[in-house]
């Protein structure tokens, strides 16, 4: 397949007997996991395989995703580790304002007085708003918040975000 692709969840385990697969998710559009959906199943090896969802769940705050023709725990049990992507065709017209994960990670972070913060190395859901987090050249990591009053500007061709960071953001 020639087509660039995108990681939408990770595999981190089967869910009981009948096939299913407890999934990490990597983006934050809910309708990736939609019935009739195709993913695509990439392995270690490199290996790509066409599938087709026929089941979906939340369930403790993974997804719960069930394959066409794949009803048992021995058909699944090997896509463990592996990482569920779609293709560039696959992805959707954003609003202003909006963007995809893989067009954020990576970006360097600046202050509005232009002092280099690190680079963006993960993107984290835990409620109301996404949490950046930003790897240092030195020291631990630190969590901005995506919300108006901090984050400023975003460059995406230029990979570059500029933030005004709160009281104590940078301790």
Not at 5 to 33: A, C, P, Q
Not at 146 to 158: A, F, K, M, P, R
Request: hydrophobic share 35%.
């Amino acid at each position: 397949m020639n087509e660039k692709m995108y990681t939408v969840g990770k595999i981190i385990n089967t869910h009981g007997i009948r096939g299913d697969v407890k999934v990490l998710r990597i983006s934050d559009f809910d309708e990736r996991f939609n019935i009739g959906n195709t993913l695509y199943l990439v392995s270690d090896q490199k290996k790509i395989e066409e599938l087709i969802i026929d089941g979906h769940r939340i369930h403790k705050g993974y997804d719960l995703i069930h394959f066409q023709g794949l009803n048992n725990i021995n058909d699944v049990e090997h896509f463990k580790g592996s990482f569920l992507k779609i293709t560039e065709s696959q992805l959707t017209e954003l609003e202003e304002n909006e963007y995809y994960y893989h067009e954020i990670i990576g970006c360097e972070v600046y202050t509005t007085s232009g002092e280099a913060v690190g680079h963006i190395k993960e993107i984290l859901s835990p409620g109301a708003n996404d949490v950046w987090v930003v790897q240092r050249q030195s020291g631990k990591d630190i969590l901005i918040p995506y919300i108006e009053d901090v984050v400023l500007e975003i460059d995406v061709e230029g990979k570059k975000v500029v933030i005004e960071p709160m009281e104590g953001l940078l301790e």
